[in-house]
């Protein structure tokens, strides 16, 4: 975690000299997070699982006051998310990055209660998980944020394969969504989110437009070849020449500055702390520790997924971050409330 948090501060750095104080305040959160998962590794997580439900609640809680309360941030091409807090000092914070920690422990507690009354795969039990889910999906949502409502089913499907959920209801369920494409791209889908999806297959189409920023993306990671151009001497970054790149594109400024060996160094790191988790997994005594490993891993493999399918136009762009290594506040300091709910599971993992 501190090799994964320097390298990404070093490109939160260099990004920022296209202009803006971020690298400051990810220095604090990165700070503050790593304060709070040092003492949260000492909290019995077995303990802290007794108030699931208020901690389902809270979750649910915070996203309903955003939706009313909070700040709405208008993006490129027609996004427009309700998502974010404002926080005396003028801090931003966005409350469904503490939700989905959150949903990950709720989520495995609830999993835990039906597995060991081996009630997984009763219908009743499914339409439980269903509307736990539904939920946080269904808020963010409503705040505009689909892509931290895609992430919040990818949670949820990694802890359910874990739990043992019978293959034929994910069948069943994949075969409902490709019925349901048609709906969905007819009723769900706002006007950008549908340019954004056929930009995706042919940037070119729009190179000024909807394509520009996956365009330009590529570039800067294809200019830098092997070995990039150096840290901190980037051209493309310090003029800025790939929008958002500081968050969501942050992979641009690695390929630009430091080549294919620095995206490399990436995936090495962030596999390596993907596998550290899966061993902690593979030993947890219970139920409760192995589902919350894997609703963690089904976070940060499914935003890896996602983040680096975007930046190399793969899959199109639905706004979230790679991470860790991305700049953003609320997003890092969560993730390090995961890594300390890990380091829970792993203190404690031979004590009643």
């Known amino acids: 975690m501190i090799m994964i948090s320097a390298y990404g501060l070093i490109l939160v750095k260099s990004a920022a000299r296209a202009g803006g104080n971020f690298f400051e305040s990810q220095l604090m959160s990165m700070a503050l997070g790593f304060i709070l998962s040092f003492f949260l590794q000492f909290v019995?997580?077995?303990?802290?699982?007794?108030?699931?439900?208020?901690?389902?609640?809270?979750?649910s809680f915070i996203i309903i006051y955003t939706l009313f309360f909070g700040s709405r941030i208008k993006g490129m091409a027609g996004v427009n998310a309700k998502a974010w807090v404002v926080l005396p000092g003028g801090f931003c914070f966005q409350p469904s990055e503490l939700a989905k920690i959150g949903f990950i422990f709720s989520f495995a507690k609830h999993l835990e209660i039906l597995k060991k009354e081996n009630k997984v795969n009763n219908f009743k039990s499914l339409l439980l998980f269903a509307v736990h889910a539904g939920i946080p999906v269904l808020l963010t949502h409503l705040q505009g944020d689909d892509g931290t409502a895609i992430i919040f089913i990818c949670i949820a499907i990694f802890e359910l394969f874990i739990a043992g959920l019978d293959a034929r209801f994910f069948l069943f369920g994949l075969a409902s969504f490709a019925v349901s494409i048609p709906l969905i791209w007819n009723f769900v889908l706002a006007p950008y989110q549908k340019n954004r999806i056929l930009n995706m297959m042919n940037p070119e189409?729009?190179?000024?437009?909807?394509?520009?920023?996956?365009?330009?993306?590529?570039?800067?990671?294809?200019?830098?070849?092997?070995?990039?151009?150096?840290?901190?001497?980037?051209?493309?970054?310090?003029?800025?020449?790939?929008?958002?790149?500081?968050?969501?594109?942050?992979l641009?400024?690695?390929?630009?500055?430091?080549?294919?060996?620095?995206?490399?160094?990436?995936?090495?790191?962030?596999?390596?702390?993907?596998?550290?988790?899966?061993?902690?997994?593979?030993?947890?005594?219970?139920?409760?520790?192995?589902?919350?490993?894997?609703?963690?891993?089904?976070?940060?493999?499914?935003?890896?997924?996602?983040?680096?399918g975007m930046c190399l136009s793969l899959l199109p762009v639905i706004g979230v971050t790679l991470p860790f290594f991305s700049a953003g506040g609320s997003s890092v300091m969560c993730y390090y409330l995961g890594i300390g709910l890990v380091q829970s599971i792993c203190t404690f993992k031979n004590m009643e």
């Open 44 to 59: 019995n997580y077995r303990n802290v699982s007794k108030m699931w439900i208020l901690i389902s609640v809270f979750c």
């Open 205 to 250: 189409s729009d190179p000024y437009g909807m394509g520009f920023q996956q365009l330009q993306g590529k570039i800067s990671i294809g200019s830098g070849g092997f070995l990039g151009s150096g840290i901190f001497s980037g051209r493309r970054v310090e003029y800025g020449d790939v929008p958002v790149q500081k968050s969501d594109f942050i």
């Open 252 to 308: 641009s400024v690695a390929g630009e500055e430091l080549g294919f060996v620095g995206c490399f160094l990436i995936l090495v790191l962030l596999l390596s702390l993907i596998l550290r988790i899966f061993y902690i997994s593979k030993y947890s005594k219970d139920y409760l520790g192995l589902f919350t490993c894997f609703g963690f891993l089904g976070l940060l493999v499914s935003q890896c997924i996602f983040n680096i």
